[in-house]
């Protein structure tokens, strides 16, 4: 065993008080963040000395999994299986307090309480915490949580955010007001139809589709485009065809794991993940995503429109739209994964299956008000929250407004209603 993975795997078994456990398991995994960089981690299976595995397969009840930041030597997650632990002198909390567990995970993380992580929800023994920058939420969110059990030993710790430094963030004043963005926040009403699976029905709702607004509301970015995933390259383009291509497509299992050595770990070797996709990859991907339409939507030239390509995982997936939506509150989506090598098609998800259950359910109530007086019934329970959201474009968090309503209109009744109430 290399050195230097011996070592974190000694600090790991002293941190957590590892002594009644065996290492069953241990692998190198990397990954890329927003900002292309490629963080390497060594992930550990530890089992209580008197288990091993489970016939099915899984871990055993206690088992410890734990991985910490390679270079860094920051523990990312230790979770115990089940809340189980049977660690000795490891981490705990005396008193179990509050204020007690943000001072851990400070020093734990080099964070700032209230800087750069917020509580969001305390429930009993479990804290839930959200990335913030000087205190204003961020999007993509990260997230810091932890439990522990009756005696305050820790037995589940998971951080996960991007944590920017002050260059990366574009300072300024937050200066948005509701009357400001009023005529934005009413284009985001929109008439959706919400499925209610107990009563087998949907129900027509003007709702309010979220957007972040930036602060001198010189543009907007969408809701949709954030996800747990590399950077972006935004496409929008419609994909036409002349003719359909009489092949048949042959779905290939996907391979999602990668052996990582000791040596590209502290190599500090970039993921593949990592790098930009050049203008070259562009057109050969959108070729591969319109030979794979030819074949399998044949007739539906035009009706679909690429929205974006991102690195995943060793494949290029490319996120695509159908050009017209229906009024229902999931729309129809397909996603193309396409071999970074080769650069063409070898699987997809569409969620039609999906969607084509709500066939099923009696159709919406005739629509009795208008947009403009569901919007009047609503403007005064609109959110406008301030949020510092990462600009793929400008590689740089700007500072926006949320645009966001709890709350809904029943476009049969009139009446307003709370959207988790459907």
Avoid at 162 to 175: A, C
Avoid at 222 to 237: L, T
Wanted: hydrophobic residues 35%; proline residues 4%; glycine residues 4%.
């Amino acid at each position: 065993m290399d050195t230097r993975i011996k070592e974190l795997i000694d600090l790991t078994e002293k941190k957590f008080g590892l002594e009644n456990y065996y290492l069953h398991s241990h692998d190198i995994f990397r990954r890329g963040d927003f900002f292309n960089n490629t963080i390497y981690t060594l992930c550990m299976e530890w089992f209580p000395n008197h288990e091993t595995v489970e016939k099915d397969g899984s871990n055993p009840d206690g088992t410890a999994v734990i991985e910490i930041d390679i270079h860094s030597h920051k523990f990312t997650s230790a979770i115990f299986v089940k809340g189980k632990t049977y660690a000795h002198n490891g981490v705990a909390f005396a008193n179990s307090t509050k204020n007690e567990i943000i001072k851990w995970i400070e020093q734990e993380t080099d964070l700032v309480y209230e800087k750069q992580f917020k509580l969001r929800k305390e429930e009993e023994r479990e804290l839930h915490f959200m990335e913030c920058i000087d205190g204003v939420a961020v999007s993509p969110s990260g997230y810091i949580e932890l439990r522990y059990n009756e005696e305050g030993k820790l037995t589940y710790f998971s951080n996960h955010g991007q944590y920017p430094s002050k260059e990366m963030v574009i300072e300024e004043d937050y200066s948005l007001t509701f009357e400001k963005v009023k005529h934005l926040a009413k284009e985001q009403v929109k008439l959706l139809e919400y499925p209610s699976h107990e009563e087998k029905r949907l129900f027509p709702i003007f709702a309010v589709e979220e957007i972040y607004i930036r602060n001198d509301q010189t543009y907007t970015i969408p809701f949709e485009f954030f996800a747990d995933v590399n950077s972006y390259k935004k496409i929008e383009q419609p994909i036409h065809w002349d003719e359909p291509l009489k092949q048949t497509f042959d779905r290939k299992e996907l391979n999602l794991t990668e052996e990582v050595t000791v040596e590209q770990a502290y190599a500090s070797e970039p993921s593949p993940d990592s790098f930009p996709i050049t203008n070259e990859e562009q057109e050969k991907c959108i070729e591969a995503v319109r030979d794979l339409l030819r074949q399998k939507y044949p007739n539906e030239t035009g009706k679909w429109i690429l929205k974006t390509l991102h690195r995943e995982k060793g494949y290029i997936h490319a996120a695509l739209r159908a050009n017209k939506q229906d009024k229902r509150v999931f729309q129809r989506k397909l996603m193309v994964m396409i071999d970074a090598e080769h650069l063409h098609a070898v699987n997809y998800m569409d969620n039609l299956f999906m969607l084509e259950m709500f066939n099923e359910f009696q159709e919406p109530e005739k629509i009795m008000i208008e947009k403009e007086e569901a919007f009047d019934k609503l403007k005064d329970l609109f959110m406008l929250k301030p949020y510092h959201v990462y600009d793929f474009d400008k590689k740089q968090y700007v500072l926006c407004g949320k645009v966001d309503c709890d709350y809904g209109v029943n476009a049969a009744t009139g009446e307003v209603i709370a959207l988790n109430d459907l």
